[in-house]
T-cell receptor, first 114, second 112 residues
Framework: AQSVTQLDSQVPVFEEAPVELRCNYS??????LFWYVQYPNQGLQLLLK??????LVESINGFEAEFNKSQTSFHLRKPSVHISDTAEYFC????????????FGAGTRLFVKA | EAQVTQNPRYLITVTGKKLTVTCSQN?????MSWYRQDPGLGLRQIYY???????DKGDVPEGYKVSRKEKRNFPLILESPSPNQTSLYFC???????????FGPGTRLLVL
């Protein structure tokens, strides 16, 4: 069985401060890891993903995440946030368990204050 | 434009009245999936489909049915809706099961 835990339900932060959104997972098979972002009243869109290769992955808008197999984590970081980063962020895991179920975390609401 | 469409976007119905939410993608994706989103619970997978005529249960399949007769369409059927199925529903598609999923705009369902 697979599971995903997002350790913070809400993260308030001031503009231009760094932020880390934490994600831990458990799985009995090799996994593919994703961060999706949901802006208010919108659907989800991919922020970044780890499929294989380099364990550090980056998005086009300055976010990065590092796959840590020993700690089963995939934390999301940004060195300096903007007001426009205010959104809900979801960590997700997919693995071949005979099919490809996808498990999402409960989400972390990032609120960037001026 | 590459997209996933869902209809209707909003639906109010009563307990027991069968309904169908349609989902269609124009990207020739193999994998399609349905999720429900509830506050504090994130997204939970209802059903997914690896290909035409191949469907499988996600984590919360009870009370739902799906079919995949064509590659582009993946309708979600609630045979006898109940108030605990009030939720925001998302359809998604992906080239393969392990790849990025592209989400539809969502369907907000209220069952009275």
């Amino acid at each position: 069985a697979q599971s995903v835990t997002q350790l913070d339900s809400q993260v308030p932060v001031f503009e231009e401060a760094p932020v880390e959104l934490r994600c831990n997972y458990s799985s009995s098979v090799s996994v593919y890891l994703f961060w999706y972002v949901q802006y208010p009243n919108q659907g989800l869109q991919l922020l970044l993903k780890y499929l294989s290769g380099s364990t550090l992955v980056e998005s086009i808008n300055g976010f990065e995440a590092e796959f840590n197999k020993s700690q089963t984590s995939f934390h999301l970081r940004k060195p300096s946030v903007h007001i426009s980063d205010t959104a809900e962020y979801f960590c997700a895991v997919s693995g071949n368990t005979g099919g490809f179920k996808t498990i999402f975390g409960a989400g972390t609401r990032l609120f960037v204050k001026a | 434009e590459a997209q996933v469409t869902q209809n209707p976007r909003y639906l109010i119905t009563v307990t027991g009245k069968k309904l169908t939410v349609t989902c269609s993608q124009n990207m020739n994706h193999e994998y399609m999936s349905w999720y429900r989103q509830d506050p504090g619970l994130g997204l939970r997978q209802i059903y997914y489909s690896m290909n035409v005529e191949v469907t499988d249960k996600g984590d919360v399949p009870e009370g739902y049915k799906v079919s995949r007769k064509e590659k582009r369409n993946f309708p979600l059927i609630l045979e006898s809706p109940s108030p605990n199925q009030t939720s925001l529903y998302f359809c998604a598609s992906s080239p393969q099961g392990w790849e990025t999923q592209y989400f539809g705009p969502g369907t907000r369902l209220l069952v009275l």
